[in-house]
């Protein structure tokens, strides 16, 4: 018979949990209820959302529509106030009742708050610019609030407040660490460890690391301005991000009659004391008195309890050894077992060299390995890890468990065994990735996307293409799909432009009817292509609608809320009173919430509903400045020779006359420019996808491929020029042939080191390849066909272009995962 299984807790421990459930046929139907609004995403790849390395979507594990698609009923946003155990039903804090037969309680942690003056505001929970670091929401709140700030601290010395400050470095000028405790993630690492690891993030990343440091009390009346240390030292900061542990999530089932200690006691089937169809897992879990906070151990515990529950005999959790190996804030880490010897008779292995940010310490007793720290250096983790799993005896000669010596090195992938876990983060084995190599999966990529190893903080990804190679008999597959152009047409970016010329394809729609077997039209591929086929056809493209994304369909910014922001075009950040009066107006008008101005040196007006946007572009009767697109974006300038005392060359009438050529100008992905009047950089040409510098003598350095965003990176030299015509024409040459060469969405940060400049110089300056001529003629092509999209407003495209999309009422969607 069918039974009704209630799943508290849509977290990484609660869905893994089903999963495993649904991988046995179990006979349930199965209803989840989760605290926020979304589907299940991997909390560990919360950092490097914050550091801007990783996407929303690539951090989500389960989208909406895998509920759907596996029968899983989820009730997202929806937090559960009590379970009535003796009625077997479970109430949500709306009211309803939902009945189980088999309840399964996950419902995580919270991140703790220590004792601090002034840290929540009655009316709105924490202090303005404090941030707990456990959801997704607060990365965004951090995000959102930082980028406006300069000056952040970070609460915590451990693993997330070492991860928090790392990330928030891409956002603000200066971060400070306060860790209460005399070390760094005194948990995992001894004290020389620990020091070595502040070295190491002081030295290389530039934090700043106060130990021994509680904070008292947070000041500022209405907004952050600083931390006071119970020393009475004032730390000045406008940002707090409180990283300094968590607790377990167990208020509502204490108050249920359910046994809680510090966690929901919980026997070896991962049954709560006491009850024969209520089961707890994760990090709420008390097991024999431990609570285990790393992914792994959950792991072991959602296999144990999808077997018990779905009629496996005889199985048991006995606890976990626990062990971690990752990049801390950059820096590898690894720990295991103890951290400090506990008798006399225990021998201690240590290698210490400073200067590289190296230490290495081995714990033995009765030589079998108790306990490892290594900081910098995580070449022989892997090998540490199995022995200290297996507790197998250690060779005599202690340094090769450290070193490689010349003699046995890690061990191959044949010789591990199958429920060797190789990806610490998503809890995958051996076994896991072979099975799925043995189902037909033969690339590295797609076993990553069938098991998720590799998925977390990525550094087991060589041991994962290794057994890969191992698996396939020695080499893995090649993935085709790695080099198509989108995902959805089955062909490198040279093959498709040579198909979409030969076929004459100037839709989006003619392009899947041609060139994709089956005729299938794939969403996912849309933009791409539009993109591609503009920049082919100029004013030949066809348009089609759903071809384009929101922004490009209503040609504004859309935000979080269902509004869009509206940027008039300020050419080379010059604008005039009568220009700033209209714009001043029409805010007024209009009732914008917020008129902020951007980093490109415009104005942006926020908060507008969508079917205001034709009557406030007609009342303000300028041109877009493309904040929106995948495009030509602005160029940005310094004030240059006519009023700077140190400017040599005119940045401004140049940097208007770029803008004014190129502007609207489609590419793979946006592009960013500058000019500046002089070295001293006022305009940060240095780091923009393409920046221009006035040095004495009239000439100009033009620089390509560089960064200031989530990515970080000086552009290249290409060339110095005399004058400021063959920078426009030198200009042009190059962005057409990044748009012409360019994967989709690769940013010249990318592009430029992966062709390499001098190649790139070779062929846009120095004409090597001939196609110097055909590049300027395809850019002036694409300059003539140049339209102004606010000009759609007198005669929309489509009926429903501007029709009211507020309020939004449909849960936020997660993209699936690709």
């Known amino acids: 018979m069918t039974q009704r299984l209630v799943v508290i807790g849509n977290g990484m421990a ?52 895998w509920y759907q698609e ?51 505001n009655p009316k709105r929970g924490y202090h303005q610019g404090v941030f707990a670091f456990r959801t997704l929401d607060d990365t965004r709140g951090m995000i959102r609030y930082a980028r406006d700030h300069e000056r952040a601290v970070v609460i915590g010395g451990g693993l997330l407040g070492l991860e928090a400050a790392r990330g928030l470095q891409n956002h603000v000028s200066h971060v400070t660490l306060l860790h209460a405790m005399g070390h760094l ?37 209405d907004r952050v301005t600083g931390v006071k240390l119970a020393d009475g030292r004032v730390i000045d900061c406008d940002v707090v991000v409180i990283a300094a542990g968590i607790r377990p999530n167990t208020e509502m089932v204490a108050s249920s009659g359910l046994p809680v200690e510090r966690g929901i006691v919980v026997d070896d089937q991962m049954r709560v004391e006491g009850e024969q169809d209520i089961y707890s897992v994760g990090e709420c879990a008390q097991h024999r008195g431990n609570l285990y906070g790393l992914v792994a151990p959950l792991w072991d515990q959602a296999k144990v309890l999808a077997d018990h529950i779905t009629g496996t005999t005889g199985v048991a959790y006995t606890g976990s050894k626990l062990h971690t190996k990752l990049k801390v804030a950059g820096i590898d880490v690894a720990s295991m077992g103890l951290i400090a010897p506990e008798h006399d008779t225990d021998e201690v292995v240590v290698y210490n060299e400073p200067k590289k940010g190296v230490y290495k310490q081995l714990i033995i007793r009765d030589d079998v390995l108790v306990g490892a720290v290594l900081v910098g250096d995580n070449s022989k983790a892997a090998s540490l890890i199995q022995a200290f ?83 396939n008999g020695g080499a893995a597959e090649e993935d085709p799909a790695a080099s198509w152009y989108v995902p959805g047409v089955p062909m490198p970016k040279p093959e498709l432009m040579a198909a979409i010329r030969k076929y004459e394809l100037k839709s989006v729609s003619s392009v899947f009817d041609t ?6 039209h794939d969403a996912k591929s849309k933009m791409g292509l539009a993109s591609l086929l503009k920049m082919m056809w100029a004013d030949e493209y066809v348009d089609e609608r759903d071809a384009r994304f929101i922004n490009d369909r209503v040609h504004g910014n859309i935000q979080r809320d269902g509004t869009f922001s509206v940027v008039p075009q300020m ?52 041109p877009s400045g493309y904040a929106y697109a995948k495009s030509f974006r602005t160029v940005k300038t310094c004030v240059g020779s006519d009023f700077c005392r140190f400017g040599v060359g005119d940045s401004t009438a140049l940097g208007i006359a770029l803008e004014e050529r190129y502007q609207g100008l489609e590419g793979p992905g946006k592009m960013k420019l500058a000019v500046t009047g002089c070295p001293r950089n006022c305009a940060e040409a240095y ?42 024409r030198l200009t042009g040459r190059f962005l057409q042939y990044y748009r012409e060469n360019a994967n ?75």
């Open 14 to 65: 609660g869905a893994r949990t089903v999963e495993e459930i649904l991988a046995r046929n179990g006979d349930f139907t199965v209803t989840m209820f989760g605290d926020e609004p979304y589907g299940n995403y991997n909390r560990i790849m919360l950092s490097n959302l914050l550091a801007g390395v990783e996407t929303e979507e690539g951090i989500f594990l389960n989208d909406l529509s």
């Open 389 to 471: 799993d297996r507790g197998t005896p250690l060779p005599e000669e202690r340094a090769g468990l450290i070193f490689d010596l010349g003699g046995a090195v890690e061990e191959s992938a044949e010789d591990m065994p199958d429920d060797a876990q190789v990806c610490n983060c998503n809890g995958v084995s051996k076994g896991a990735i072979c099975g799925a190599v043995a189902d037909g999966c033969k690339t590295v990529s797609g076993v990553m996307d069938k098991t998720r190893a590799g998925k977390g903080c990525g550094t087991c990804k060589p041991l994962v293409q290794r057994i890969v190679e191992w698996a």
């Open 687 to 728: 780091v923009k996808d393409l920046g221009v510098v006035a040095i004495d003598g009239g000439k100009w350095e033009i620089y390509v491929g560089g960064a200031a965003g989530a990515h970080i990176r000086k552009g290249d030299l290409l060339t110095t020029v005399d004058s400021a015509e063959e920078v426009i």
């Open 571 to 622: 050419k080379g950040g010059v604008t005039t009173p009568a220009q700033l009066r209209k714009i001043a107006e029409v805010a007024e008008k209009y009732d914008v919430p917020m008129v902020k101005l951007t980093g490109g040196q415009r104005i942006d007006l926020l908060g507008v509903p969508k079917e205001k946007l034709p009557a406030m572009w007609a009342d303000l009767d300028m």
């Open 744 to 818: 989709w969405l690769e940013r010249t940060y990318s592009f430029v080191p992966r062709i390499g400049v001098d190649r790139i110089r070779e062929i846009v300056v120095e004409d090597s390849d001939g196609i110097a001529a055909a590049l300027d003629a395809a850019v002036e092509e694409a300059v003539q066909a140049y339209k102004d999209p606010w000009k759609e407003r007198a005669e929309p495209a489509t009926p429903g272009q501007f029709r009211t999309s507020l309020p939004l009422t449909v849960l936020p969607q997660v993209p699936v995962r690709s």
């Open 185 to 221: 993630m005194e948990r995992q690492l001894d004290p020389k460890a620990g020091a070595m690891l502040q070295a190491s993030v002081e030295g290389k990343l530039g934090i700043e690391v106060i130990t021994n440091a509680m904070t008292t009390e947070i000041l500022g009346k």
């Open 70 to 120: 596996n029968g899983v009923t989820l009730n997202a946003g929806v937090k559960i106030a009590r379970i009535d155990k003796d009625s077997k039903v479970v109430i949500a804090e709306d009211g309803s009742a939902t009945p189980y037969d088999k309840l399964i309680i996950a419902t995580g942690s919270y991140s703790w708050t220590p004792p601090m003056k002034n840290v929540h």
């Open 515 to 520: 060139l994709v077997p089956g005729a299938q």
